[in-house]
């Protein structure tokens, strides 16, 4: 029998953006709260693999700020410490930051806030009796141990606490990436050549409409962001594939001309994201020759890029992530699901095919490979769509960029509470944006929808501690009324009084 650790309210299992946010609410509310990390630093992918880049969720089109809270804190202090770039409120805009110092910020929010936190320690055979998760066995330098919690929140990223509790998943075959870093980049020097030469740049998945809005980003907003899947309409890799110089696929490996680039200006490095895995990413057997063979890889496209790409003339790759990255792969079947209309359905819904490799839903839609009737809708509403009552957090809906031009609109959407709790299972919550129910699985999973989660789940798993009731029967309002309390929105006054939080 393990020797007891500790005993806590909160327990949290992975220490990425999402189970910071978690482990700061819970610890805010007043909960004696602990998280456990197999790492050793915080930031789960968005440090080791440096995504270093937040989706900017957070403003509406129309210029409302309709993400708050936990996510915004960490931005403030990303800036503040000359670690973000400043002027990323606005609409598509994106919090280019550096990775590294991701982990500092958050080290120092969890000392501020009292969260217990144990580093390289690794969670394990969640303790369950009669159904409910009671803690969790730990895997430390010191030995084998327990945890009891009174609620656990799992943002271990592919749910591994909540499946090994029994909880209901599914799987969906996302896809994966090594991304990599390279120095002694001129960033100016692409800028430049693109300024030169504007009816060449590329129109990605995911932004800038065209040369005009690169240049304002550079120049006006301290990013550079040339974006995913860029390099497919770039004539620069295109007539090398066609040469048979660069491939853009090997094997399992596609979209080697995607070639994200972003970078901070004042900084001559950038991070580059390559190349999409077909992998099922929880069979060990696949994943471990896959790792291997990414690193290889990183080395090809770099190569490419040096010998190419203005401004990478003198560029090295000086950094790896520790990981081949999953952007989806294992996640809850919830109370209530997030469809890709952004439409709250309760009960379960069609799974993703898990042996569709490759076609990821939300890919489809950003390339325009299918036209949606709602993107024709007019943009004169605010919080029309607002309908769920057990909204924990809002952001604005994504619109399809290919066909729009436009990344956010002035909708905004809801996050209902259910996308988090499990079917089956008590006292469990999936805070991890890749894994709470959506279908597709992708539909949640950027970083500020993680930390907004995460708030969430952290709130309620104190609100249960304290009035003694499952984590799944928390009364919807009392949490509501914490998360605003918690700076979290809601939507405007309107809809506070009618959920009857004003
Ligand atoms: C290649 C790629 C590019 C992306 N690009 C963007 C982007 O541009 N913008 C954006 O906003 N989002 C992007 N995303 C998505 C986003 O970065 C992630 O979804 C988000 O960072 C995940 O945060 P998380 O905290 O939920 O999970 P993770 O960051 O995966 O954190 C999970 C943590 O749990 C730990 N852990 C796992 N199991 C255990 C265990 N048993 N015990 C203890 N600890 C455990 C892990 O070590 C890890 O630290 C991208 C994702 C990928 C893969």
């Known amino acids: 029998m393990n020797r007891i650790l500790d005993t806590v309210d909160v327990l949290v299992t992975g220490g990425g953006v ?8 819970a610890a805010r509310a007043g909960a004696k709260t602990m998280l456990v990390e197999r790492n050793g630093f915080l930031g789960g ?4 693999s440096m995504i270093s880049n937040i989706y900017n969720h957070y403003i509406a089109r129309d210029g409302r700020q309709v993400m708050r809270g936990i996510g915004v804190e960490v931005a403030d202090r990303l800036v503040a410490r000359g670690a973000g770039t400043p002027a ?3 609409p598509d805009g994106r919090l280019v930051h550096d990775p590294e110092q991701l982990k500092l910020v958050l080290d120092e929010m969890m000392d501020e806030a009292g ?26 330098p010191d030995g084998r141990f327990i945890i009891r919690a009174g609620v656990v929140v799992d943002t271990s990223g592919e749910c591994d606490i909540l499946w090994q509790a029994g ?28 300024k030169a030469h504007p009816e060449t740049f590329p129109i990605g998945i995911d932004a800038m409409k065209n040369f005009d809005e690169f240049q304002d980003v550079w120049l006006n907003r301290n990013v550079l962001y040339f974006p995913h899947s860029g390099g497919e309409d770039w004539d620069l890799f295109q007539n090398a594939i066609k040469a ?6 090997i094997g399992q490996i596609f979209g080697m001309d995607s070639s994200c680039i972003i970078g901070m200006k004042g900084m001559d490095t950038a991070v580059i994201n390559s190349q999409f895995w077909r992998i099922v990413s929880i069979d060990p057997e696949v994943v471990s020759p896959a790792e291997l063979e990414a690193h290889e890889m990183c080395y090809y496209v770099a190569d490419f890029m040096r010998r190419t790409i203005p401004g990478f003339e003198h560029a090295r790759i000086c950094q790896i992530s520790d990981e081949l990255a999953i952007r989806v792969s294992r996640g809850i079947v919830g109370e209530e699901t997030f469809d890709k209309d952004e439409r709250t359905v309760r009960g379960d819904i069609e799974s993703n095919d898990p042996t569709a490799n490759g076609t990821d839903i939300e890919y489809r839609i950003l390339r325009s490979v299918e036209a949606d009737e709602r993107y024709k809708k007019s943009d ?4 029309a769509n607002i309908c769920v009552p057990d909204v924990i957090a809002c952001r604005p809906q994504q619109k399809n960029f290919k066909l729009t031009g436009e990344f956010v609109s002035n909708y905004t959407v809801d996050i209902p509470f259910g996308v988090m709790v499990p079917l089956g299972v008590e006292n469990i919550l999936s805070a991890s944006g890749k894994g709470v129910s959506a279908v597709p699985q992708t539909m949640l999973r950027y970083q500020s929808a993680g930390m907004a989660l995460g708030q969430a789940a952290g709130a309620a798993a104190a609100l249960a501690v304290q009035k003694g009731v499952r984590v799944r029967d928390v009364p919807i309002r009392e949490l509501q009324a914490l998360l605003l309390k918690q700076d979290v929105y809601l939507g405007d006054e309107a809809r506070l009084k009618t959920l009857g939080l004003v």
């Open 18 to 25: 999402s189970g910071c946010a978690a482990a700061l609410a």
């Open 45 to 48: 992918i968005a440090s080791s």
């Open 88 to 90: 990323w409120k606005f």
């Open 115 to 140: 969260v217990r936190v144990l580093l390289n320690t690794l969670a394990y055979d969640p303790i369950v009796e009669d159904g409910t998760v009671c803690g969790v066995h730990v895997d430390t």
């Open 167 to 194: 909880a209901p998943t599914r799987y969906a075959a996302g896809l994966s990436t090594l991304t990599f870093k390279m120095s002694n980049v001129n960033l100016e020097a692409l800028y430049l050549h693109f």
């Open 244 to 249: 048979g110089t660069f491939r853009k696929e």
């Open 380 to 383: 004169d509403q605010l919080e």
